[in-house]
């Protein structure tokens, strides 16, 4: 869930950014449908230095009971430990560790590498390789995203959130050779994101670019499926998916 003020937002190539909706009602809704993870992602925290969704998690964990990522604008323990008291489980970096890596270093020891991922905005080089960008996309960092990876681990992330910039948006699909050459090198888990437009494209992304889990926005964002519809379909191809929240409580 891409925040900006107020809005629930959603881009192509992570630009042209449309207005999509209330993001408390869509969180309440994914929740209600079957997500087992929430991710929301201020995209313009990091032009203004500073994250705004605080509020927006502290009310989205009273209704909420799965974990909840949050990412932009994170720049020092502070922040981390400002979104960790209003009940955010996991904490995004990107902009600010690329600008100095030895803050994945700081906050995985201060909270603990589970609680730190790498958001990872990638985008293939002329050479074939991947680029990490920052600022949603819109600045180069001359950073080779597999030798990133690699460092972030080392340096303690305990995960990391892959967003090809190529795919993101398009619904044709994901980066399979970039998720895979991800997958290759690190033993953290990885959460695939960007280009999702069908359940097949979630499945090649965990079968053959063997990612641990995948994101979607897209897909439900514009009502072209829900979350009951597509965990039925990952469940038919023979993928294992956690129980969500609201089954255990049902029953």
Not at 115 to 129: F, T
Request: charge should be negative.
């Amino acid at each position: 869930m891409d925040i900006k003020g107020p809005n629930l937002i959603k881009g192509v190539h992570l630009e042209g950014l449309r207005k999509i909706g209330n993001p408390q009602e869509r969180a309440t809704r994914y929740y209600d449908e079957g997500a087992d993870e929430l991710i929301y992602m201020d995209v313009v925290a990091s032009l203004y230095g500073r994250n705004s969704l605080v509020d927006l998690v502290r009310h989205a964990t009273e209704h909420i009971f799965v974990p909840i990522t949050v990412g932009g604008g994170v720049r020092a323990v502070g922040d981390v430990d400002r979104l960790l008291r209003v009940g955010a489980d996991k904490v995004a970096v990107n902009t600010a560790a690329l600008a100095r890596p030895e803050l994945i270093e700081e906050l995985s020891r201060q909270f603990g590498s589970q609680c730190i991922v790498l958001s990872v905005e990638a985008k293939q080089r002329r050479d074939g390789g991947w680029e990490a960008y920052t600022d949603n996309g819109r600045e180069h960092t001359g950073r080779d995203v597999v030798e990133w990876v690699q460092q972030a681990e080392q340096l303690g992330a305990g995960e990391i959130l892959l967003t090809s910039i190529d795919k993101e948006g398009t619904r044709k699909g994901m980066d399979i050779a970039l998720i895979s050459a991800v997958t290759g090198v690190v033993d953290i888990p990885v959460i695939a994101s960007g280009g999702a437009g069908t359940a097949g494209h979630l499945v090649a992304a965990i079968s053959e670019g063997h990612a641990d889990a995948v994101a979607v926005a897209d897909m439900i964002h514009f009502d072209r499926t829900d979350l009951r519809s597509l965990r039925g379909e990952l469940e038919q191809a023979g993928l294992s998916l956690r129980t969500p929240m609201v089954e255990e409580a049902d029953a």
